[in-house]
């Protein structure tokens, strides 16, 4: 069967239409002619795989990646880098036009596309290190990956030594090089030989430190950051800093703000150094530890942090708070969060979002009482479908 792809969906992936059925077909861009598998037939729609590319687009390119064709990690690796960010953009404006809102969004680029990220997944199975094939349980053992930082794919080869049979493991680094190994695995093993590593810091084993240090030191535009293992923090310290920098020019010097999700402080703490008073609201337990010890570290005395549930803590809070950040896990906002968002009604929102389908569907609620004055694109996540948004509301004047 051959078709021809004439788009990409939200995820990446080539559409093509073959038979009047919308067909699905990875690994593919708009102009390939491809001779195609089918995978799995539905009602309204299939998805197959490439048997053989025919035609090949005067887009494609060949990707910088040896896993690509296998691994499930990054989808837009055939396209030069900026025409995937065009792609992005087209994304998000097709998803906003569901709202019928006119956008016009900023696009942010990562000044350094490769080597990027500072944290790693792996998973262990029989003996072999790697990722996942896209939705599925098989095995691509890899050697590095090219948008990892090159401290961590170092590493990669001593973890082959620890021989485990099967678990996962988690590597992180700061801007010093500094690495946490965090490994999770029911089978006994030595980490000696990761103890010799001059860059490894501290090894985590099924949650319980055994060498070194639990915490990595980070500092993002001269705010310094205590970070715990299991804490969250920004896997782009590239494009982390401009999304700070990008929300403090949006928070003015008598400003009162309440910062949903605030993780070790991070950017309650960068507004914290600009504003009348800060409170952070997060649930995992370390993560608030590391949050007040950062507040120390930075001598900011207007910034307070409570560790909670953001959905019982926000009903305990006053409406003094004028401007609230929101920074939430991909599924968005719940329910309650967004009635007692609509209740008190403060002055601006500025909603940070690595999921523009929760963002949209949120935006959905809030948008009736705001307007949007600025919305970013930032590629934290490059030659990924994947996208980072930073959407600036005002209440609307009555």
Same mark, same amino acid.
Request: some cysteine; hydrophobic content about 35%.
């Given at each position: 069967?051959?078709?021809?792809?004439?788009?990409?969906?939200h995820?990446?992936?080539?559409?093509?239409l073959?038979?009047?059925?919308?067909?699905?077909?990875?690994?593919?861009?708009?102009?390939?002619?491809?001779?195609?598998?089918?995978?799995e037939?539905?009602?309204? !729609?299939?998805? $197959?795989?490439?048997v053989?590319?025919?035609?090949?687009?005067?887009?494609?390119?060949?990707?910088?990646?040896?896993?690509?064709?296998?691994?499930?990690?990054?989808?837009?690796?055939?396209?030069?880098?900026?025409?995937?960010?065009?792609?992005?953009?087209?994304?998000?404006?097709?998803?906003?036009?569901?709202?019928?809102?006119a956008?016009?969004?900023?696009?942010?680029?990562?000044?350094?596309?490769?080597?990027?990220?500072?944290?790693?997944?792996?998973?262990?199975?029989?003996k072999?290190?790697?990722?996942?094939?896209?939705?599925?349980?098989?095995?691509?053992?890899?050697?590095?990956?090219?948008?990892?930082?090159?401290?961590?794919?170092?590493?990669?080869?001593?973890?082959?030594?620890?021989?485990?049979?099967?678990?996962?493991?988690?590597?992180?680094?700061?801007?010093?090089?500094?690495?946490?190994?965090?490994?999770?695995?029911?089978?006994?093993?030595?980490?000696?030989?990761?103890?010799?590593?001059?860059?490894?810091?501290?090894?985590?084993?099924?949650?319980?430190?055994?060498?070194g240090?639990?915490?990595?030191?980070?500092?993002?535009?001269?705010?310094?950051?205590?970070?715990?293992?299991?804490?969250?923090?920004?896997?782009?310290?590239?494009?982390?800093?401009?999304?700070?920098?990008?929300?403090?020019?949006?928070?003015?010097?008598?400003?009162?703000?309440?910062?949903? !999700?605030?993780?070790?402080? $991070?950017?309650?703490?960068?507004?914290?150094?600009?504003?009348?008073?800060?409170?952070?609201?997060e649930?995992?337990?370390?993560?608030?530890?590391?949050?007040?010890?950062?507040?120390?570290?930075?001598?900011?005395?207007?910034?307070?942090?409570?560790?909670?549930?953001?959905?019982?803590?926000?009903?305990?809070? @006053?409406?003094?708070?004028?401007?609230?950040?929101?920074?939430?896990?991909?599924?968005?906002?719940?329910?309650?969060?967004?009635?007692?968002?609509?209740?008190?009604?403060?002055?601006?929102?500025?909603?940070?979002?690595c999921?523009?389908?929760?963002?949209?569907?949120?935006?959905? @609620?809030?948008?009736?009482?705001?307007?949007?004055?600025?919305?970013?694109?930032?590629?934290?996540?490059?030659?990924?479908?994947?996208?980072?948004?930073?959407?600036?509301?005002?209440?609307?004047?009555?």
């Amino acid at each position: 069967m051959v078709g021809k792809i004439i788009k990409l969906d939200h995820e990446g992936n080539g559409i093509a239409l073959i038979d009047n059925l919308v067909t699905f077909v990875p690994k593919t861009i708009p102009g390939d002619i491809v001779e195609i598998k089918i995978k799995e037939k539905k009602k309204n !729609y299939q998805t $197959a795989e490439v048997v053989k590319i025919i035609t090949k687009s005067p887009l494609r390119i060949s990707a910088f990646c040896p896993y690509y064709d296998s691994c499930g990690g990054c989808q837009l690796q055939n396209y030069e880098y900026p025409i995937t960010l065009n792609y992005k953009k087209e994304k998000i404006l097709n998803i906003f036009s569901k709202l019928n809102y006119a956008l016009d969004p900023i696009i942010i680029s990562n000044p350094c596309n490769k080597n990027y990220r500072n944290k790693i997944e792996l998973k262990v199975q029989n003996k072999k290190i790697g990722f996942y094939e896209k939705k599925t349980n098989n095995m691509v053992e890899i050697e590095y990956c090219p948008i990892t930082n090159v401290k961590i794919n170092e590493i990669i080869p001593l973890l082959k030594k620890l021989e485990i049979n099967n678990g996962n493991i988690i590597l992180r680094v700061n801007k010093n090089n500094d690495i946490l190994v965090i490994i999770d695995t029911l089978d006994k093993i030595s980490c000696k030989v990761l103890e010799k590593n001059e860059n490894i810091k501290g090894i985590i084993l099924n949650k319980k430190l055994i060498w070194g240090e639990s915490f990595l030191e980070e500092e993002i535009n001269n705010i310094k950051y205590k970070i715990e293992y299991d804490a969250f923090f920004q896997v782009n310290p590239f494009i982390t800093s401009t999304l700070f920098n990008l929300i403090k020019e949006n928070i003015s010097t008598n400003s009162k703000v309440l910062d949903l !999700y605030c993780g070790v402080g $991070a950017i309650t703490l960068q507004v914290g150094s600009i504003c009348k008073k800060a409170l952070g609201i997060e649930i995992i337990p370390n993560a608030i530890k590391n949050a007040l010890e950062n507040k120390k570290l930075n001598n900011i005395s207007n910034v307070n942090f409570c560790c909670g549930d953001v959905l019982k803590e926000i009903k305990k809070i @006053s409406n003094e708070y004028d401007t609230w950040i929101i920074d939430p896990p991909r599924k968005g906002l719940d329910k309650i969060t967004i009635e007692i968002l609509q209740k008190y009604l403060p002055t601006k929102i500025i909603y940070v979002s690595c999921n523009i389908h929760s963002l949209t569907r949120d935006l959905a @609620s809030i948008l009736p009482n705001y307007e949007i004055t600025k919305f970013y694109i930032l590629d934290m996540f490059s030659y990924s479908h994947h996208v980072e948004c930073l959407c600036i509301l005002n209440k609307k004047l009555i």
